[in-house]
Each structure stands twice: as C-alpha cells, then as structure tokens.
C-alpha cells in the first residue's frame, strides 16, 4: 500500500514538473511570435502592439519556473527587457529604422541564453536529473 501511494505522489509530482515546463514553452512560443510580429512591423502602431504584448510575455516569463539555472535565466530576460523597451522608446523617437538595433540585441540574446530553457528529457522529468 505505502508503495502504490509513493508511486502515485512520485507520479503527480512529475505530472506538476511537466506541466510547468510545457507552461513556459508555450509564454516562450508566444514570446517568439510577439517578437517576429514586432521586427515585420510596418507601421508604428503595429510595432508598439506587438511590443508591448513581447514586454509583457517576457514579465510573464519571468515568474515561471525554469528547469535550470534560474537566475541566469532571469538575468537573460532582464537583459531582453531592457533592449525591447529601447527598441520602443526609439522607434518612437526616431522611426522603425532605428528600432533595428536594439531588436537585433534581443536576437543575440535569445541566442545566448535559450539553451537554459531547452525542455528537460523523459527520463529527467521521470527520475530527476
């Protein structure tokens, strides 16, 4: 009896770990769009839509539990938040053109860090690391 119920609480709590990591694959999913949607901008208003709704997925994306190296992470974020509101204080200022710049900071960056946010394998959520 004590090892079903171990089994099922092992279980649930790998059920929970998965969840959280689909969680924050589905913010960085939509995080990539509001980013496509913000560089193929034509139009200011546009721009700012899609600028606005990347700053908040990626205030969103903070608070989500990451797999590893949290604090890196959030460094990362941080960093990614500092250049899109730039790129919307520019582009605001000086025009889309400008705006070039900081957006192509937030490509190196999603470079650098997203290997911190790959999914964890089967076998990790299962057993742990």
């Given amino acids: 009896m004590k090892a079903v119920l171990l089994l099922i609480v092992l279980l649930f709590s790998q059920t929970v770990a998965?969840?959280?990591v689909s969680d924050l694959e589905k913010t960085m999913k939509?995080?990539?769009l509001a980013y496509k949607q913000s560089v193929e901008a034509t139009q200011l208003?546009?721009?700012n839509g899609a600028i606005d709704q990347f700053i908040g997925l990626i205030?969103?994306?903070k608070q989500a539990k990451f797999?590893?190296?949290a604090e890196k992470s959030v460094q990362?974020?941080?960093k990614v938040l500092v250049q899109a509101?730039?790129?919307k204080k520019v582009a605001n200022e000086q025009g889309l053109e400008a705006a070039k710049?900081?957006?192509k900071a937030i490509d190196n960056l999603r470079k650098k860090y997203h290997k911190l946010h790959e999914p964890p394998g089967f076998f990790e959520l299962l057993f742990g690391k």
């Fill in 45 to 47: 208003e546009e721009f």
């Fill in 59 to 61: 205030e969103q994306g």
């Fill in 67 to 69: 797999y590893k190296e």
């Fill in 18 to 20: 998965a969840n959280d």
């Fill in 30 to 32: 939509n995080i990539g």
């Fill in 76 to 78: 990362g974020l941080d």
């Fill in 101 to 103: 710049k900081p957006l």
């Fill in 85 to 87: 509101q730039l790129a």
